[in-house]
């Protein structure tokens, strides 16, 4: 019996190991990596556009003033205690509070300060584009961490999510899939044709992040009063200061309050609970959904809804969003090109792997056609422009779509003439 | 007959480069004690009585107390503040806000003249407006309490007043425009009533979609802080 249990134990750990420390996809880290760099840069260019009255001697918050800030922090380390006053086990010598990563800490030129603030978005840049992408979110991620200490008084609740999930990207694989690295390697012919496993640990990270953040504001609010009595919803919605949208005035009366107060107790303590049983997980998240819907839609809190929402994109295996894509693919055969290289050229293999990296629903086929030009057509065997057509098909190419010229130049590059020699740029 | 694979006589086979999709023992001790670490400084912290000692508490209470003596404020406080694992997840709690306000300043310029400075006041902004300067009304939440932000607070508006008048600045005034937003019918009560007059048959409108309380029809005003730009000089009121 005693060594049923202690087997029944030692299978549990190793099922807690395997999910916390066994290997997959990458995919759902790229993609993370992607939504949550766009959306650091959205937050980064909106802060540039207030960046005087933030981040400069002349604003509101200057670095002495943010330093009283921190300051009430002591530097010390405590043991059985946590009274004010009370004796320290250790205090770090010479300091008055704890040491913390600020780039931004003693950088008194504004010119500075804004050199390294656009240093920060570029990083960002490359990051969603996964560029450099070790290094480039690293950087990102101690940019915005020297961002919130350089001031932290203007943070809600979603940049702070934010930094801890580009803390945890910085940390993982991120940039092996669904990145410009990728790319480039499978185009040079040095990165594997299908992106390696990885130890998902950074994604399970993530994972427990989120629902530590649900988790801990439902037991937050049940410290309160207004939540268990079901009127915490009617405060917020007379908070001018938030008003976005209207919505009907019967929402502001009872039932409807208690509804939207114990509804998002519900939806929150699900969110950190029950998103973890995979035949709820789907529901769970669309119900997570629909509640940042609604704030989004009603309060005026830029960024947060889009923000947590994002990471949503963690609870799914890469494996699964693989299997998501090739299914929609499957749905999608009406979209399909067919894309015909001029007569005597075919891709190159490391191009061909590229091409087919950059579309995930396979909406393009490349092969070699009877005519002098590149041709395309669609499943319906009419005519299409066939480097605009397998752009838009071709989902990880519409960022390249941005630099004029530079698809057309790839594909036109790509191509070889049978017997080994390179087709001309021209085509 | 086919030959058996010697590779596979050992055990089941394993896809390539699986026998490399290890994670090291110091890996999934550092990824241990994090979790221990961010779970412990998000946690509530213990009522005032628990952490005290007048009163022991639920055993929630005892464990917030002993997450609050032992493990945050030690090693953890450190850890989360260097690297910057700080967080806190109190939304809208325990109680949401039921204070509306924003802010304004008078300045008086060195003529004389008295200016007004409008604080950019999220509700009367564009939609686009409000999107971009939300961290306006953030900072506020903090410069409306934290007293040492009230010097930096007034500077920057007579910075701001001087340079769009093209005059210094002599004295700031900061001011609040408040109003608290009056409680509604908790549902309990709400629960009670209906099925009160459910049982005696007058299930009436207002017993099954009651009224709420007006909003008060105009804000309160407070000066709370005077600064001189001049000597930078100030005093809460």
């Known amino acids: ?427 | 007959m086919q030959k058996s694979n010697p590779k596979l006589a050992s055990g089941p086979h394993k896809a390539k480069g699986e026998d490399r999709e290890k994670v090291s023992w110091f890996v999934k001790v550092v990824v241990g004690l994090h979790v221990v670490a961010i779970t412990s400084w998000v946690m509530p912290d213990p009522s005032t009585a628990v952490s005290s000692g007048t009163k022991l508490g639920t055993v929630s209470d005892r464990i917030l107390n002993f997450n609050a003596k032992y493990v945050k404020h030690s090693p953890v406080q450190t850890y989360v503040l260097c690297t910057g694992f700080w967080q806190s997840w109190d939304m809208f709690a325990p109680n949401p806000s039921s204070v509306d306000i924003y802010p304004d300043a008078e300045v008086t310029l060195k003529s004389g003249r008295v200016v007004h400075y409008a604080y950019p006041r999220m509700y009367a902004l564009s939609l686009v407006e409000k999107y971009q300067k939300e961290r306006y009304r953030k900072f506020f939440e903090h410069a409306n309490t934290d007293t040492y932000l009230y010097p930096p607070f007034a500077k920057r508006v007579a910075y701001l007043v001087q340079k769009e008048s093209g005059e210094p600045a002599v004295k700031v005034v900061l001011r609040r425009h408040w109003y608290q937003i009056p409680s509604v019918t908790d549902f309990g009560d709400y629960s009670g009533n209906l099925w009160e007059a459910i049982l005696k048959g007058k299930v009436t409108e207002s017993v099954l979609m009651p009224p709420n309380p007006p909003l008060p029809p105009t804000y309160n005003e407070f000066d709370y802080y005077t600064y001189n730009p001049l000597t930078g000089k100030g005093k809460s009121l």
């Open chain 1, 1 to 427: 019996m005693k060594s049923d249990s202690t087997a029944e134990g030692w299978n549990v750990f190793k099922d807690v190991d395997s999910w916390w420390f066994g290997y997959g996809s990458p995919v759902a880290l790229g993609i993370l990596r992607i939504i949550m760099s766009l959306l650091a840069l959205e937050g980064l260019v909106i802060g540039l556009l207030d960046f005087e009255a933030w981040y400069t001697e002349k604003g509101f918050l200057p670095i002495k003033v943010d330093y009283e800030y921190w300051i009430r922090i002591p530097a010390t380390f405590q043991f059985g205690t946590h009274a004010s006053g009370a004796p320290a086990f250790y205090q770090f010598p010479g300091l008055a509070t704890v040491p913390r990563i600020n780039f931004f800490g003693s950088l008194y030129d504004s010119r500075l300060a804004l050199a390294l603030y656009l240093v920060v978005m570029i990083a960002a840049l490359l990051t969603a584009a996964g560029l450099w992408t070790r290094v480039s979110s690293i950087v990102l991620a101690l940019g915005i961490i020297s961002i919130h200490h350089r001031n932290p008084l203007i943070l809600h609740s979603g940049d702070t999510l934010m930094r801890l999930v580009l803390m945890y990207l910085a940390f993982s694989p991120c940039g092996v899939t669904c990145s410009l690295d990728r790319l480039i390697g499978l185009w040079k012919g040095t990165a594997p044709s299908v992106p390696p496993r990885v130890s998902l640990w950074p994604q399970r990270l993530i994972q427990y992040q989120v629902a530590l953040v649900y988790f801990m504001t439902v037991w937050y609010k049940w410290l309160g009063t207004d939540w268990k009595n079901g009127v915490a919803a009617w405060f917020p919605e007379n908070l001018h200061e938030f008003y976005r949208f209207p919505v009907p005035e019967f929402t502001h009366h009872q039932p409807f309050l208690a509804l939207a107060t114990y509804g998002t107790l519900v939806v929150e303590l699900s969110l950190a609970t029950l998103v973890f049983h995979r035949p709820l997980r789907k529901y769970v998240l669309l119900a997570g959904l629909a509640m940042h819907g609604y704030i989004e839609y009603r309060f005026n809190i830029p960024l947060f809804a889009t923000i947590i929402v994002g990471t949503y994109i963690v609870f799914f295996d890469g494996e699964e969003i693989t299997d998501w894509a090739n299914r929609t693919s499957k749905r999608l055969t009406r979209f399909r090109i067919r894309v015909r290289l001029p007569v005597g050229t075919r891709l190159r293999p490391e191009a061909q792997q590229a091409l087919t990296a950059m579309d995930p629903f396979k909406l393009v086929a490349y092969d070699t056609g009877v005519d002098v030009e590149w041709k395309a057509w669609n499943a319906q065997e009419h005519s299409k422009r066939p480097f605009i057509g397998a752009w838009i098909r071709s989902v990880g190419a519409w960022p390249i779509g941005l630099v004029p010229g530079l698809w057309k130049r790839l594909l036109t590059r790509g191509a070889l003439v049978d017997g080994g020699l390179g087709a001309s740029p021209d085509g």
